[in-house]
């Protein structure tokens, strides 16, 4: 299916920024209990709004470039990659996500977005 984890973990992470995936079933299944954003606004995020986001917020159109998998020890693993969002202006975006492997399952346990000038 993926010829590697980073190649796997890269399509978890695209997969959240696909609108068609973006329902709170599927955001829940991927997101660990202890998950917590720090979006590109300033704001910090929970888990619990996290997943009620979809249902309230428009659905955003985001380019993702640039992706860099590096293992940090066994089991956790930072994804960092650059996202573009299709708006007038456009939004640009450095990401990070920590993966955990939990149970045999990659869990994103952390994210952050920090808005930078294209």
Known sequence: ?????GTYLVSLETSLLDARMRNPAKVAELLDDTYVEFGSTGMIYSRAEVIAAP??????????????????VPGLILVTYRAIQDSTPEVHTLRSSIWQ???????LTFHQGTRITP
Do not use: C, S, T
């Open 1 to 5: 299916m993926y010829e590697d984890l």
């Open 55 to 72: 249902k309230m917020e428009p659905p955003l159109h985001i380019k993702a470039q640039n992706f860099k998998v590096r293992e940090l």
């Open 101 to 107: 492997l939990w149970g045999g399952k990659w869990k």
